[in-house]
């Protein structure tokens, strides 16, 4: 298949609702909305818990790792046609809890340290001859430019431990060969999914800006970024369905 047709076959995936779509809808909206309220208005929170803010954001930050995994888990049981049993799946979400937690501490590490390398590169240039100080900025550059590909090329590893529960690893390396043998796919995918993304908070940050949001405001924006949270998941489990058999 093509990449547009590997394309049209993810967004078609991915625009596929049900009425079970509505009910996990009304519960991401539902979690953006308390989520906005705890983050974005911590002056709401009783003065002591502001005096444990950072344990709080903590919190928030597991248990929304906590219910991606499993409302992710069902958006998957909905796209190939397995039967939705709602036990099952919370159950579930505490097998991938680990898995898609460890590789979002890796990446925050590894970006750190190549972060910092290259900061280090930066002042030892500052102290070096013009052409010693080329010499290391230019390994510098090709060092940040590799570590942040091989960075990139892992992003689908959490979405193939929710679809197959894979050991870490082998998910981030296969997520390497997919990305390697269908950029011109994801390029193409991530571009029209990131359209309607930008558009949506670029037009809320406006409208913010000019207007304090009320509680309608607040749940409209709620649903469509819920909305397009459940194509986005939905397009890249189409897309990996249809592509990463055909990885050896």
């Known amino acids: 298949m093509s990449a547009m047709g590997i394309v049209i076959y993810s967004l078609k995936k991915g625009l596929s609702f049900t009425l079970t779509h509505l009910a996990i809808l009304l519960l991401i909206t539902c979690w953006l909305v308390l989520q906005n309220k705890l983050l ?12 444990y803010l950072s344990a709080i954001v903590s919190l928030i930050f597991l248990v ?13 049981d909905l796209l190939i046609g397995n039967p939705l049993r709602p036990l099952t799946i919370w159950k579930n979400g505490l097998q991938v809890f680990l898995p898609v937690l460890m590789f979002k501490i890796i990446v925050v590490v590894s970006a750190l340290v190549l972060s910092s390398i290259f900061s280090a590169y930066l002042t030892t240039t500052a102290t070096q001859s013009i052409v010693p100080a080329t010499f290391m900025f230019s390994v ?11 960075l990139l090329a892992t992003c689908l590893a959490p979405l193939l431990i929710i679809l197959h529960n894979p050991p870490l690893f082998p998910a981030m390396l296969h997520s390497i060969q997919l990305v390697r043998r269908y950029t011109d796919s994801l390029v193409i995918l991530l571009t029209l999914i990131g359209i309607p993304w930008a558009f949506a908070i670029t037009s809320m940050r406006k409208y913010n800006a000019r207007v304090t949001p009320g509680t309608v405001e607040n749940l409209a924006w709620a649903v469509l970024l819920a909305f397009l949270e459940i194509v986005t998941i939905q397009s890249f489990f189409g897309f990996l369905t249809r592509v990463e058999s055909t990885i050896d």
């Open 140 to 150: 510098a550059v090709v060092w940040l430019g590799v570590g942040i590909y091989f």
């Open 40 to 51: 974005l208005t911590p002056e709401s929170l009783p003065s002591s818990g502001k005096d």
């Open 64 to 76: 929304d790792h906590y219910l991606s995994c499993s409302l992710y888990l069902a958006i998957k």
